[in-house]
Nanobody, 120 residues
């Protein structure tokens, strides 16, 4: 059994900040790239940021100057620091990870999502 559990979402005023966390647990042997995505109401899920196990990062152009992804490999946790939030950032935020399980199988997992609401 594997779990990706996000936390840190909530309601924030425009211009504010939030820090999302996503912790992986279960029968995991190794974790590859971890990323964040979001899905606004009525829209498709879109990529925001990715970080490799070695710390190499990539971002969507729309958030590169405001969001920062990081990870703590010892805690199997990835973070998303979100600054200068706008009402358009309102969405459900999802964590994603490439996992190698203790069985030897490789798989891709999604978290359950955490709601971020930015008020104007």
């Amino acid at each position: 059994q594997v779990h990706l559990v996000e936390s840190g979402g909530g309601l924030v005023q425009a211009g504010g900040s939030l820090r999302l966390s996503c912790a992986a647990s279960g029968s995991i042997f190794a974790i590859g790239p971890m990323g964040w995505y979001r899905q606004a109401p009525g829209k498709q899920r879109v990529f925001l940021a990715l970080i490799t196990s070695g710390g190499v990062t990539s971002y969507a152009d729309s958030v590169q100057d405001r969001f920062a992804i990081s990870r703590n490999n010892a805690k199997n946790t990835v973070y998303l620091q979100m600054n200068s939030l706008k009402p358009d950032d309102t969405a459900v935020y999802y964590c994603n990870a490439d996992l190698v399980l203790r069985t030897g199988a490789s798989t891709n997992y999604w978290g359950q999502g955490t709601q971020v609401t930015v008020s104007s």
